[in-house]
């Protein structure tokens, strides 16, 4: 089990396409304690300094430096299951107020 939990703020470690090397990326955590419960995969949403663009599903962060982000940034629609660790550290936590957009942003992508 992960001592991570759903709204924390991630850095990941990436691996490179030829396992030659890994690059650090913010992601945030998206599933449930219960969900972690005897897995080794957590679910996340990624998160990208980029915000010159919103996308479907994408939602702006207004606490980033709260959030211990280095940059303003964009929680993604971009999903994906990754391995506890894969976890490099925990950088901070997301308002529970933008969480809950941030949900609202996955049901619309989700249709649920």
Request: glycine content about 8%; cysteine-free.
């Amino acid at each position: 089990m992960t001592s991570f939990s759903r709204g924390d703020v991630v850095l990941l470690k990436f691996v490179f396409a030829d396992e030659q090397g890994f690059k650090q990326r913010p992601g945030l955590i998206v599933s449930t304690n219960q969900y972690h419960q005897g897995r080794r995969e957590t679910i996340l949403a990624a998160i990208t300094s980029n915000i010159g663009r919103l996308l479907v599903g994408d939602y702006k962060i207004k606490a980033w430096r709260e959030s211990g982000l280095l940059h303003p940034s964009i929680v993604t629609g971009i999903i994906r299951t990754i391995k506890h660790d894969m976890i490099a550290s925990k950088m901070g936590e997301l308002p529970v107020s933008e969480l809950l957009s941030v949900d609202d942003k996955l049901r619309e992508i989700l249709a649920l």
